[in-house]
C-alpha cells in the first residue's frame, strides 16, 4: 500500500544512453512533482504536473522529459546521459494547491539513485 | 524571490540534549513553513508544518513556530535520541506557487 513509488531505486548507466524513471502515487492526488537532489544534499524541484499538464519546469535540460500518462504516473525520461546527471531523483504528489487548503503536504517517493559512468 | 535558509550541519549532539536548529524564509505574502525530514537512505518524510503567523507545528517531539516578525521557523525538541539522526530540511511554499523551496538541509548525528 505504498503512497508514492518509485522504479527504479537504483540506475547505474554510461554516459550517453537514455533512461526513465518512472512514478506512481496511488493518493488520488491531482499533482504530481519531480525533485532533483545532488550529492550535497541539496534538493530543487525539476518539474510539475497538475492533472496531467506541465505547470512547473525550472530550466531544466531538453534532455530531461516528464511523461504523465494519467494522474497517477509522472515518468522522467533522460536522453543522453551526463556525469552531472549523477543524483538521487525524487517524485512527489500532492493535492491539487489551487483547490485544497494553502497547506498542501507533498508526499515523496523512496528515490532513484542514478549514478553515470 | 522565495527563499530558506537553515544553519548548516551537521549538528552533533549526545543523547538527550535540547535540539535547535535554525531555519529563516524569505517570500512574498504568506508562505507555508513546513520540515522534512530524511533518514539514511529513505525518501523525505513531513515532519511537522504551520500555515499562518504563530502557528505552531509539533510532532513526535519535534516543535517550531511560525514566527512572521522574525521570519524564522526554528525547529527544537527537548530531548533528542539516537534514532533522530537524519538530515532535516526546512521549506517553504508560497500561495500561488506549485512548488517547496527547501533549504540545504541540516545533518543531525545523535550519539548513546
Known amino acids: 500500500d505504498t503512497a508514492v513509488s518509485q522504479t527504479p531505486k537504483y540506475l547505474v548507466t554510461q554516459m550517453g544512453n537514455d533512461k526513465s524513471i518512472k512514478c506512481e502515487q496511488n493518493l488520488g492526488h491531482d499533482t504530481m512533482y519531480w525533485y532533483k537532489q545532488d550529492s550535497k544534499k541539496f534538493l530543487k524541484i525539476m518539474f510539475s504536473?497538475?492533472?496531467?499538464?506541465?505547470?512547473i519546469n525550472e530550466t531544466v535540460p531538453n534532455r530531461f522529459s516528464p511523461k504523465s500518462p494519467d494522474k497517477a504516473h509522472l515518468n522522467l525520461h533522460i536522453n543522453s546521459l551526463e556525469l552531472g546527471d549523477s543524483a538521487v531523483y525524487f517524485c512527489?504528489?500532492?493535492?491539487?494547491?489551487?483547490?485544497?487548503?494553502?497547506?498542501?503536504?507533498?508526499?515523496f517517493g523512496p528515490g532513484t539513485r542514478l549514478t553515470v559512468t | 524571490g522565495n527563499s530558506v535558509t537553515q544553519m548548516e550541519g551537521p549538528v552533533t549532539l549526545s543523547e538527550e540534549a535540547f535540539l535547535t536548529i535554525n531555519c529563516t524564509y524569505t517570500?512574498?505574502?504568506?508562505?507555508?513553513l513546513f520540515w522534512y525530514v530524511q533518514y539514511p537512505g529513505e525518501g523525505l518524510q513531513l515532519l511537522l508544518k504551520?500555515?499562518?503567523?504563530?502557528d505552531k507545528g509539533s510532532n513526535k517531539g519535534f516543535e517550531a513556530t511560525y514566527r512572521k516578525e522574525t521570519t524564522s521557523f526554528h525547529l527544537e525538541k527537548g530531548s533528542v535520541q539516537v534514532s533522530d539522526s537524519a538530515v532535516y530540511f526546512c521549506a517553504l511554499s508560497a500561495l500561488g506557487f506549485q512548488k517547496l523551496v527547501f533549504g540545504t538541509g541540516t545533518r543531525l548525528l545523535v550519539s548513546p
Open positions: 512527489a504528489s500532492s493535492q491539487d494547491p489551487w483547490t485544497s487548503d494553502r497547506s498542501y503536504e507533498q508526499y
Open positions: 504551520a500555515t499562518k503567523a504563530d
Open positions: 517570500a512574498t505574502g504568506y508562505p507555508s
Open positions: 504536473y497538475n492533472n496531467k499538464e506541465l505547470i
